[in-house]
């Protein structure tokens, strides 16, 4: 074999990093020997993998063609790595989440795969779905579970479960005596949502249709319990995933506003690089994601 499993080390740091000196301190290396290891691939094989721009080492063509087949042997390396040293093909797993799955499902999901799978090891990061996505393409999340509708050629993007958005307000809000909403009541409301570029604000913005531009939108926050607590102080009204208002609707501290001519139904979906290698961790994790909420 021509090339080291170190080479390719170096190659998929500096592909993340475009910097030499970075992937080699990431890699705890000297920058000449991640230099000369990155030369050596090349020299190998009568190739280039990078574009020298300045200091930055951008993907070529071939290079970003290689990428996904280096990444799957080095964690099909690793894997083997694991095996050997704990008898077990179960390691280490990264998993990104939208801010409502995160906060709301995928704790319990990571209890029961850590109870399942004592010598895992997971990492839970917790973004909006664009941030996600663009994890799971460059390779820094094995896998990730997002709220929001996605097209993108290098990801395999699945059903997962059904979810709707639900408009709610405070108990003591004019809008908590309504049986239902009319797009009038809509476009009279102060909205406090999600920002854009989450899939709950995506949902919300697509529902509302024909009537998106002139809502009063007065404030737009990252986090679902900062909107639960300004709808609680009387600043507005919001719409957020009913997985996420589930308690407050049963403590009376929310009321869910219907809102039967608008289509507030949703799916959450898996994502994961079309060249990813499918471990065992990652099938475990899926599987467990279906068995417990369908």
């Not at 190998?44 to 990428?67: C, E, P, S, T, Y």
């Not at 300004?230 to 995933?241: M, Q, Y």
Request: hydrophobic share 45%; charged share 20%; glycine share 6%.
């Amino acid at each position: 074999m021509k090339y080291s499993l170190r080479q390719l080390q170096v190659f998929l740091a500096t592909a993340h990093y475009e910097n030499i000196s970075k992937a080699a301190n990431s890699l705890a290396m000297s920058q000449s020997a991640a230099s000369s290891a990155l030369a050596e691939l090349e020299a190998q094989f009568d190739i280039k993998l990078f574009d020298r721009v300045g200091k930055r080492l951008q993907l070529n063509a071939l290079g970003h063609a290689l990428r996904g087949q280096a990444e799957a042997l080095l964690r099909q390396a690793e894997e083997l790595q694991v095996a050997f040293q704990q008898h077990s093909a179960i390691g280490h797993l990264k998993v990104g989440a939208t801010l409502t799955i995160g906060n709301y499902l995928a704790v319990h999901i990571m209890s029961r795969f850590l109870q399942d799978k004592p010598n895992a090891r997971v990492e839970l990061d917790v973004a909006n779905t664009a941030s996600v996505a663009r994890k799971v393409k460059n390779f820094e999340l094995d896998l990730g579970l997002i709220e929001g509708e996605l097209s993108d050629p290098d990801l395999e993007i699945t059903p997962w479960m059904k979810d709707e958005l639900v408009a709610f307000c405070a108990p003591q809000h004019p809008y908590a005596r309504k049986k239902r909403l009319s797009d009038r009541d809509l476009l009279q409301a102060q909205w406090i949502l999600r920002e854009q570029g989450s899939g709950t604000r995506q949902t919300f913005d697509w529902a509302m249709h024909g009537i998106l531009p002139q809502l009063q939108v007065l404030l737009e926050l990252q986090h679902t319990e900062a909107i639960k607590r300004a709808v609680e102080a009387g600043l507005g009204i919001g719409c957020l995933s009913r997985v996420a208002l589930k308690e407050a609707f049963a403590r009376g501290s929310l009321i869910p506003l219907p809102i039967p001519q608008r289509n507030l139904q949703r799916e959450f979906y898996f994502i994961l690089h079309h060249q990813k290698y499918r471990n065992s961790s990652i099938d475990a994790w899926l599987d467990l994601c279906k068995q417990l909420f369908h």
